[in-house]
């Protein structure tokens, strides 16, 4: 019965507190139409997540476009298909890889420096001196780091994958040999703006969406200790991309 007991416990306590995440995320989005007058606020949040994070973005983003033109040339070298290599580059990095590595790279670098420093405010009670000041933090701390992550991460997977397309070039036609014409005329011909290019990015918007509201919530919601911000920035980074992967499954099935 003991087990029973505390299996019952565990599944009330996890409800319980996707309870107060879905509320939380209602106060933040009601918020955010008080970034009009507080424009500077979202840009300096832009450039924390957004700019901070770009450098990671394109060094990876090449270096995956890179592996890609490696490995996919020899695979269709084996068919004859060579000239099929900007294709299969450029749909794999605009449909599945640059989304999902940059929802995962959001999600280490800026997610988890979101939540630290959250909960450092937290910990330190400057968001009880907000309050006692009349300020509500919702409007000042939460909402701009919300809506940050939401517009930053789909310009980020958009730059991604275009790093990611010049490095597939400079392997697969420099390097490799393929026909520079046929790498950008087969790219072009296959990749759809509505299909793929469009898509991909309300999967980063998704992400950036959900990256965001986890990052911001588990800084709120950490126990004020430095152990406590420590757990809380762990479990930012391991919920964020075990919700990245969930939900590219997902969105993969209704979209393609």
């Known amino acids: 019965m003991d087990f029973v007991a505390r299996f019952g416990r565990f599944w009330l306590d996890v409800l319980e507190r996707l309870g107060r995440a879905h509320l939380f995320l209602a106060r933040t989005l009601g918020a955010i139409g008080s970034l009009i ?107 701009p780091r919300f809506f940050a992550g939401f517009l930053a991460l789909p310009m980020l997977a958009a730059m991604f994958s275009a790093v990611g397309v010049v490095g597939g070039y400079l392997v697969g036609v420099e390097v490799l040999g393929v026909d520079a014409g046929a790498y950008w005329s087969n790219m072009q011909s296959s990749v759809a703006f509505l299909d793929d290019v469009v898509q991909g990015l309300i999967k980063a918007c998704v992400f950036g969406f959900v990256v965001s509201w986890i990052a911001i919530f588990e800084g709120t919601d950490c126990i004020p200790t430095s152990e406590g911000v420590s757990a809380a920035t762990t479990r930012t980074v391991v919920y964020s991309s075990l919700a990245v992967l969930g939900l590219d499954f997902v969105l993969t099935a209704i979209m393609f």
Request: cysteine-free; overall charge neutral; charged content about 15%.
């Open 37 to 143: 007058p507080r424009f500077g606020l979202l840009v300096r949040q832009l450039h924390a997540v957004g700019v901070m994070t770009l450098s990671i973005v394109l060094v990876s983003g090449l270096f995956v476009g890179m592996v890609l033109a490696l490995q996919g040339y020899y695979l269709l070298e084996g068919f004859g298909a060579e000239a099929a290599l900007g294709q299969a580059v450029a749909l794999t990095l605009v449909r599945e890889l640059g989304p999902v590595v940059t929802g995962l790279l959001f999600a280490g670098r800026a997610g988890s420096a979101m939540t630290a420093e959250i909960g450092l405010m937290k910990a330190t009670e400057q968001l009880s001196g907000l309050e006692m000041m009349a300020v509500d933090p919702f409007k000042r701390v939460y909402a």
